[in-house]
């Protein structure tokens, strides 16, 4: 079995090794975090909501592809089961901590429930009880289709030739978004279409570097025409009718979109842009990413226990929020996720052959 490289099971957080790692990438992480906590913390109503999730599985979908393939044009052995431990090291020390400390004060019934959000089934309960209850756990949704995903995708890339990848790239595409335009008809319900087949953005992030990996598709992609496309079907509901952000067509287009600026974020942009992507401020909120994402609506709960005037959205909750977030999610970093992040050295994911 073809190889994948040494930071393979951490392909969502971080690239291979640092000099293979493409700074703008990490700029696009963290503005798809910053969506995040705009959305849950200051307007969940704005027309461009969809937007924070999209690019989040677009730039994931991307990555995962990127590393797989690479890895497997190097050549080598991959030992899957170490894979998905690596994965588990990345993710679960964070995790744990939100399911600790939710159960130990039992936020709106979290206790009874903590075994869905413990296995990453998040999304599966919230579309059997057609709810976002305990609702501090209700962002978990889309790291659990992400993490879902993962499960097959390393097998789709290493044991699949090329052509192989793109029929079934292609087929996840035409099927997934099929599912989005027709699941009512077909007799699938808003939560299971929303919840449970809403991972159409991975799968064209996986296209776009399939695509970028042609010599002749690549300057397309990259000119300022394809940019310039692309902003503007993402900010077409801020000029088009009313309501146009939650139409199906929208969403859709949007994610080719979204793929053609994850591109050029990965072959580099010039001027502001490049240089506000690759900061070294970017690339660390980038770092702590993950663990701001895990804990920001419970640190909002912990804080409006205190002071009951963040309790609403708003312009004071979301800076207050966001800075306290930030702190606990540095130090979650540095005394527990880096420390079990070591542990990884343990777990290869590939030999030489």
Known sequence: MTTANGQLANASADLPDKAARRPQIDGLRALAMLGVLYVHLFDENTMTEGLRV?????????????ILYSAKERGGQINILNFYVRRALRLFPA????????????????????????????NVRFAMIEGFTPWVAGHLWSLNILEQFYLLWPLVILLLPLPGIYVVTLALIVALSFIRTNGRAMGLDGWSIELLLSGTPIAFGAFAYLLQ???????????????????AVIFAPLFLWEGFHLSSSYRILSMPALGVIVVGAYQGYGGPVGWALGSRLSRYVSQISYAVFMYHLLVWWALRRVFPS???????????????TI??????????EKPVERLKSRFPTTSRL
């Open 54 to 66: 999209a690019l989040f599985f677009t730039v994931s979908g991307f990555l995962i592809t990127h």
């Open 95 to 122: 995790l744990a901590i939100l399911v600790l400390v939710s159960s130990i004060f039992d936020i709106d019934g979290f206790r009874a429930e903590a075994g869905w959000h413990l296995l990453q089934l998040s």
């Open 213 to 231: 990996r042609h010599e002749p598709v690549c300057p397309v992609l990259r000119s300022r025409w394809s940019l310039a496309a692309s902003v």
């Open 310 to 324: 963040l309790s609403e959205r708003g312009l004071q909750t979301f800076l207050v929020v966001t800075a306290v």
């Open 327 to 336: 702190f606990v999610a540095i130090a979650s970093w540095f005394l527990v």
